[in-house]
């Protein structure tokens, strides 16, 4: 018996990298689980499946209202409901504030923040319908730090801490926890193809645990905050990161 049998999760950006670790770790949880990704999920599906899980993905712009409320249909078409949340789906692309447009501006507040408002409109009734639900959002520790070319995407990550203080204050009272998570720098597929792949041991040699960041130093993490151990724990934000941040 998982600790999730029985529930039906959903990840946005779970096509690869920290969304695939934690669509793996839902389903060995108990948990079916559904994809929204604009990525080739068949990685995921296998991992999910594997479980003896359902999966179900869709191709799905997380910034577009339309897009999402098809998803949402889709998922309570073929699964039934969604009792948790995961918003993984983030960009992060360096640029100095020099160089920085105001399109530049909007696409990443899209991706980051207007993509979890999105998606907890459209899953959150639902949740209140069961009278349960879980809420988890992606932040980054880059929040604390300081950081080069990035004011645009810390600027997101401080949002959504906002954004899960406020949705848990407003959730509480429907047995709906809403948290978040900041992690360093993690090595995945993207982070190795970005401007940021020369920055891993770095980052390492600041942390208290010397090493580099995976996608399954956060799935135990997101396992307790969406179980029953966790139904006392809102408006949270957990800084997993080896020990770098002292906030």
Known sequence: MGRLDGKVAVVTGGAAGIGQAFAARLA?????VAVADIGDCGGTRK???AQGRRFFSQRCDVTSPEQVEAFRSAVEAELGRADILVNNAGIFPLKP??????DDWRTINAVNVDAMFLMAKAFVPGMKQAGWGRIVNMSSTVFW???DAYTHYITTKAAV???TRGLANELGRHSITVNAIAPSLVRN??????????MFETIAGQQAIPRVQVPDDLTGTLSFLVSEDAAFVTGQTLVVDGGMVKN
């Open 47 to 49: 991992s999910v499946e």
């Open 189 to 198: 597929a993207t982070t190795e193809a970005s401007p940021l792949a020369g």
């Open 161 to 163: 801490i906002g954004f």
């Open 97 to 102: 504030f020099d160089e920085l447009t105001f």
């Open 28 to 32: 060995a949880d108990g948990a079916h």
């Open 145 to 147: 730090l300081n950081v």
